[in-house]
């Protein structure tokens, strides 16, 4: 079973991610360190899969938007090598905003959508990157246009509005973790119970 977590900037999903793996004994994936690492000229072949690194802040001053700006196929380079990957892979969690949309009617695939207000997440991002509520809404807004723009442009999907191909949507805003954890295991225990009757 392959289970892709989205959601904007500061909605969770590299913490969930890690949980989840934690949870069901599955390997994980946090792509953006994949791009990281194709951004840094590393080839295929050698790209690292085990223990990516989970954004803790480090993408936001990475500089890696400014290079994808420039050019797109740093983007349609990691959804190729994802889609390649997860054919020959199992019992794996990623954080993916494209792969949801790109995956389409596969059974062995659970896609989550994490929602979040603006507000919400611009407060987990100052916490987590020990900046002003301020500055961390700042950046959310650019990163959310950019990122609403960027695969409008790439693939035809507007993120964040096209819900339609997740399994489960969670709207954050009002939960604690602890609930976020409980709302998606559960579903996750049915889903994958479903798969192998």
């Known amino acids: 079973m392959i289970i892709l977590i989205c959601g904007f900037s500061a909605s969770?999903?590299?913490?969930?991610?890690?949980f989840v793996a934690k949870k069901f004994n599955y390997s994980y994936i946090h792509t953006s360190d994949i791009l990281n690492q194709f951004a840094n000229g590393i080839v295929e072949k050698k790209i690292q899969i085990d223990d990516t690194k989970k954004n803790?802040?480090?993408y936001e001053f990475s500089g890696l938007d400014d290079k994808r700006k420039k050019d797109q196929n740093f983007d349609k380079k990691l959804d190729k090598y994802l889609l390649n990957l997860i054919k020959t892979k199992d019992n794996l969690?990623?954080?993916s905003w494209t792969l949801p949309y790109l995956i389409r009617n596969d059974l062995n695939v659970i896609k989550i959508w994490l929602d979040g207000t603006e507000k919400v997440r611009a407060k987990r991002l100052s916490l987590r990157d020990k900046i002003?509520?301020?500055?961390?809404q700042k950046l959310?807004?650019?990163?959310?246009?950019?990122?609403?723009?960027?695969?409008q442009k790439?693939?035809?999907?507007t993120?964040?509005?096209?819900?339609?191909?997740?399994?489960?949507?969670?709207?954050t805003t009002p939960?604690?973790?602890?609930?976020?954890?409980?709302?998606?295991?559960?579903?996750?225990?049915k889903k994958i119970k479903w798969f192998f009757l």
Not at 140 to 151: N, Q
């Open 93 to 95: 969690v990623l954080d």
């Open 154 to 157: 790439l693939y035809g999907f």
């Open 140 to 151: 959310l807004k650019e990163k959310d246009k950019f990122s609403k723009e960027h695969f």
């Open 159 to 171: 993120l964040g509005k096209d819900k339609h191909v997740f399994d489960l949507v969670i709207n």
């Open 56 to 58: 803790d802040g480090w």
């Open 132 to 136: 002003t509520f301020t500055h961390a």
């Open 175 to 189: 939960l604690t973790i602890k609930e976020v954890e409980k709302k998606t295991i559960e579903f996750l225990k």
């Open 12 to 18: 969770g999903k590299s913490y969930l991610v890690n």
